[in-house]
């Protein structure tokens, strides 16, 4: 099984705002700054990626982002929001070694992504390999998307199917969630990376009790094309997590294709 959970940014905090109010021993200081009520669920490493952030935007969403992925391995490992601030990830970057890398915690395979205001992030056993990536939708790409971002065979398809964003930018999701779960993020050419059209494995997808859809199947599509052996051997499947105006795509990347529980912030089980 992997766990996943996409919910907005504003939701996350509303939720988080509450469970840090039954932990805080003190009212929130103005000294905290942005990180207001949520301090008390934080760690070092969490605090100063939010900091480092120019804009409060862009601060919130970090924010958000880093309490999802945690909150989701907590509930994976079965332990209660008492124990989130000494829930230690690893971010420790494989190159430079600054904590800014791929999330690491003990026999877990962990990702998280964000877009304006969606966050997401995948837990599962160390084996699956997991990548995750989510995309706000928007009426159009930008300019220059297509050879940017798809193979020549997969610009050829979606000649043939119009123009449309969503599909596109589903597709980018896809792909960022394979590199991401491969290791190697946009240092490989996306364009380079072909995924198939057909799906080769089906599995459920079983939604919360505040969703729709559980049951539903997940369509997992090969990588068929793969500029880096890094990549290959992976599958991914779209998360229909947020349709219609204002939603999200998210799409869910793994070696070994497996049943999604898909989950909100506020309904972890913690």
């Known amino acids: 099984m992997i766990d996943v959970v996409v919910d907005r940014v504003d939701a996350v905090l509303d939720a988080a705002a509450e469970v840090a109010a039954t932990l805080a021993t003190s009212p929130p200081s103005p000294l905290d700054g942005d990180l207001g009520p949520w301090r008390v669920l934080l760690d070092g490493d969490d605090r100063a990626a939010i900091s480092a952030r120019r804009f409060p935007s862009d601060r919130r969403r970090t924010l958000a982002g880093r309490l999802v ?80 971002a798809l193979h020549p065979v997969e610009r050829e398809h979606f000649r043939r199917h119009g123009s449309a964003a969503r599909p596109r930018l589903q597709r980018w999701a896809d792909k960022e969630a394979v590199l991401k779960a491969a290791g190697v993020g946009l240092r490989v050419d996306p364009a380079a990376l072909r995924i198939a059209e057909q799906s080769s494995t089906r599995t459920a997808l079983r939604c919360a009790p505040e969703r729709n859809g559980s049951g539903s199947p997940l369509e997992w599509r090969r990588v068929v094309v793969s500029p880096t052996s890094a990549a290959e051997g992976f599958s991914v499947a779209a998360i229909a997590a947020a349709p219609g105006e204002g939603g999200a795509a998210a799409s869910i990347a793994s070696t070994s294709p497996d049943d999604v529980r898909l989950r909100s912030f506020a309904g972890l089980d913690l």
Do not use: K, N
């Open 69 to 148: 992925l945690r909150s989701l391995l907590l509930d994976r490992l079965g332990r209660s929001w008492r124990d989130l601030p000494d829930l230690l990830v690893c971010r420790t970057c494989d190159s430079c070694g600054a904590a800014h890398g791929r999330p690491r915690y003990p026999s877990m395979s962990l990702s998280s992504a964000s877009s304006d205001g969606w966050v997401s992030a995948a837990v599962g056993a160390e084996r699956a390999a997991v990548g995750i990536d989510i995309e706000a939708v928007r009426e159009t790409t930008w300019s220059g998307f297509d050879g940017a």
